[in-house]
């Protein structure tokens, strides 16, 4: 059987150590082995490893190497509307105001309630779906989704890749990739939303994710967290460079950066902008009833009302989610203060100061 699924899934199995070059201009590279030794100790979710991207210091596990080109050359479409981040800042949660916005305006879909990706597909995500082999299991709402949407491709060859090329317009996709490893054509032809998150709190979220989450199984400490985060060796790499590749293109007509705290503060003020950047015309009624719609607690509430339940699904560590929270962990801004020693946060307030300023770029509330 696994002879079978290697060559099914190209992407999976031992071999493509080599160094390559990539049609965005990187090189790729697997980890040094020192690096990768430290790794395998701290994280238990990358059966196949790591590779580093250069230019950027990007880091991604193995199988994005398969990914990479079809991710670049993916077409962006004059209807679509992309949403991007780096992991934990909100992702999910502008998603689905966005997706509400275009498509459910009057909250009455008919398939609100669908599990988010089969109505706004995660375009990068079939590289983290390295277990077993890159497919969920056969149950899992995303194959079957899949298999409905998509009935004689291949699930092996991108689930969300492939979700992201067929589903209707107006489509909303989700991605945490950054402006140089998607279509340079991106910004040109598609509105992109980039939402910015205070890298403490993102710090805590994205610790707690990979600690709950097997495509990623962190069994390391809180501190050698940190030290992975500055360094830019987490998953999705470099935080700093994510956020400079946005910001740097602020005055772009289709580009439009959200900040996690403006939206938990202010979120009908903001989704006013959202309106006029989006151009759906939707009234303050409508507006109001969506965020009150997209609000944490009626986000957490749909989730278990919908039946997927974090605690039954591999994709989380059941334990953890039990004792320390699931996705839906706070939703709250500030919420790192206490939870950094005095040295952790000296040494990230270095890390900061040494970065952004130099950028330009000012977080609110919480820094
Ligand atoms: P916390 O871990 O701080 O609670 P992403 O979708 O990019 O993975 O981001 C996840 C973070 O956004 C988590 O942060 C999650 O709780 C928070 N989040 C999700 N939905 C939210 C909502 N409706 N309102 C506020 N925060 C939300």
Not at 128 to 154: A, E, I, S, V, Y
Not at 161 to 186: G, V, Y
Not at 246 to 260: D, G, S
């Amino acid at each position: 059987m696994g002879i079978i699924l290697d060559r099914l899934f190209p992407g999976a199995g031992d071999d493509g150590n080599e160094v390559a070059e990539l049609e965005s201009g990187h090189r790729v590279e697997p980890l040094p082995s020192e690096e990768m030794e430290q790794q395998n100790q701290h994280w238990k979710g990358y059966p196949y490893g790591l590779v580093r991207l250069t230019p950027g210091r990007w880091v991604f596990p193995k199988n994005y190497k398969y990914f990479a080109d079809r991710l670049y050359r993916f077409q962006p479409r004059k209807t679509d509307v992309f949403i991007m981040t780096y992991p934990k800042c909100g992702t999910t949660w502008t998603q689905e105001i966005i997706w509400t916005m275009r498509n459910n305006p009057d909250l009455s879909h008919p398939q609100a309630n669908d599990f988010i990706f089969l109505r706004s597909p995660f375009l990068d995500m079939d590289m983290l779906l390295h277990k077993p082999k890159g497919l969920p299991p056969l149950n899992d709402p995303l194959l079957t989704g899949f298999l409905k949407l998509c009935p004689f491709k291949n699930p092996f060859n991108g689930l969300m890749l492939q979700m992201s090329e067929a589903i209707r317009d107006p489509r909303t996709i989700k991605t945490h990739l950054p402006f140089s490893l998607l279509s340079p054509a991106l910004l040109d032809t598609a509105k992109v939303v980039y939402v910015a998150r205070n890298p403490k709190d993102v710090i805590i979220s994205y610790h707690h994710h990979c600690r709950i989450n097997t495509m990623h199984s962190y069994v390391g400490s809180f501190e050698d967290f940190v030290q992975y985060f500055v360094d830019d060796n987490l998953v999705y790499g470099a935080y700093w460079l994510h956020v400079k590749e946005a910001w740097e293109k602020r005055h772009h007509p289709n580009l439009h950066i959200v900040f996690f705290e403006d939206l938990k503060a202010k979120p009908t003020e903001e989704l006013q902008k959202l309106n006029t950047f989006l151009e759906t015309k939707l009234t303050d009624e409508q507006l109001e009833n969506i965020a009150q719609y997209t609000s944490f607690n009626e986000m957490k509430a749909r989730m278990k009302a919908s039946g997927f339940s974090e605690e039954n699904s591999d994709i989380f560590n059941k334990d953890i989610v039990q004792k320390d929270g699931g996705f839906f962990r706070k939703g709250e801004s500030g919420d790192w203060k206490g939870k950094l020693t005095p040295e952790l946060e000296a040494k990230v307030n270095k890390w900061i100061e040494d970065n952004m300023n130099s950028l330009g770029i000012e977080f609110k509330y919480s820094i």
